[in-house]
């Protein structure tokens, strides 16, 4: 990975995958996965308002294919409030299963 870039003002410009990864998380198997999308609606979605919301970018359009990662979700809730197509099926992780927001 490339070194951050430095930005106007001096602070540091940092990718939210490496934000993120400061997190830590205990990640589910595919088939209990804790979000899930329906690729047929999403596939005609008008504003695909989840990869604009979605604080991880979990969500992202892809030659216009929807592609959604559960994986590196952060559990806020946004893209469940945000889509109003009725794609997005979401619950909490299964214990113990999920980011646990502590250090150490
Ligand atoms: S807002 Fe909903 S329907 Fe639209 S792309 Fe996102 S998940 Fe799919
Ligand atoms: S719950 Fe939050 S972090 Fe997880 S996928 Fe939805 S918007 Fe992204």
Redesign the pocket.
């Known amino acids: 990975m490339a070194p951050p870039e430095p930005v106007a003002g001096g602070t540091e410009f940092i990718e939210i995958k490496r934000r993120l990864a400061t997190l830590r998380s205990t990640i589910d198997s595919r088939e209990h996965a804790h979000?899930t999308v329906r690729p047929e609606i999403c596939a005609a979605c008008p504003h695909s308002r989840?990869t604009f919301?979605?604080?991880?970018?979990?969500?992202e359009r892809i030659e216009g294919r929807l592609v959604?990662r559960?994986e590196?979700?952060?559990?806020?809730?946004?893209?469940?409030i945000?889509c109003d197509q009725g794609s997005?099926t979401?619950t909490l992780p299964r214990g113990p299963y999920g980011v646990r927001y502590a250090y150490g």
């Open positions: 979000i989840c919301v979605c604080p991880a970018s979990c969500y959604f559960y590196d979700c952060v559990e806020c809730g946004a893209c469940d945000a997005v979401w």
